[in-house]
């Protein structure tokens, strides 16, 4: 089955500590990947997106995420976390015409906390 | 500007009492989902349109009903409230339709906070 899965529904960083969230998938065909963030009390915005153009893929705010097909991951990292990056964060996947007409499976999402 | 709004942002009701949430987009999206988010679960998809007249079940569809008349409405139906269905809902819609429909990201609504008591 095809299925995404987000390892540590809590994670805490220092202020200027590396950020990295974790997100494997499972797929028998090449999916499509996405981060989404949600800042409190709005909707979700995304963050970034794969699309099999490049393996390692620039988003806002700094944010990027490296597609590794070996270890079916796709991990979002920042170098040095803000504290505006205060967050949930849900990485989603999309299965191409092969899959689900229901276009975008969610994670059950990591709530990035910084602190001072 | 391009956006998903949603109405209400908050609302109480108790349990019994048919509710309307409405969902209207402004991007010519053909693609139109609703979910609800609880703590801990994620995002669960209620129910999706692919197109005017067209829509099926997600993953937790009890308890609720949806029509997509328009292309740019697609309201959530409570029929009978209870209080499980207490939760953030949030509405989406993209492009769908065709193989670059797959790549295609999601535009949210900011929400509504539904209780029922």
């Known amino acids: 089955a095809q299925s995404v899965t987000q390892l540590g529904s809590h994670v805490s960083v220092s202020e200027g500590a590396l950020v990295l969230l974790r997100c494997n998938y499972s797929?028998?065909?090449?999916?499509?990947l996405f981060w989404y963030v949600q800042y409190p009390n709005q909707g979700l915005q995304l963050l970034l997106k794969?699309?099999?153009?490049?393996?390692l893929v620039k988003g806002i705010n700094g944010f990027e995420a490296e597609f590794k097909k070996s270890e079916t991951s796709f991990h979002l990292t920042k170098p040095s976390a803000h504290m505006s990056d205060a967050a949930e964060y849900f990485c989603a996947v999309s299965f191409p015409p092969s899959g689900s007409a229901r276009q975008l499976t969610f994670g059950s999402g990591t709530q990035l906390t910084v602190l001072p | 500007e391009a956006q998903v709004t949603q109405n209400p942002r908050y609302l109480i009701t108790v349990t019994g009492k048919k509710l309307t949430v409405t969902c209207s987009q402004n991007m010519n999206h053909e693609y139109m989902s609703w979910y609800r988010q609880d703590p801990g679960l994620g995002l669960r998809q209620i129910y999706y349109s692919m197109n005017v007249e067209v829509t099926d079940k997600g993953d937790v569809p009890e308890g609720y009903k949806v029509s997509r008349k328009e292309k740019r409405n697609f309201p959530l139906i409570l029929e009978s409230p209870s209080p499980n269905q207490t939760s953030l809902y949030f509405c989406?819609?993209?492009?769908?339709?065709?193989?670059?429909?797959?790549?295609?990201?999601?535009?949210f609504g900011n929400g509504t906070r539904l209780t029922v008591t």
């Open positions: 797929s028998s065909v090449p999916p499509y």
């Open positions: 794969y699309t099999s153009a490049a393996t």
């Open positions: 989406a819609s993209k492009i769908a339709g065709g193989t670059f429909s797959y790549n295609s990201p999601l535009h």
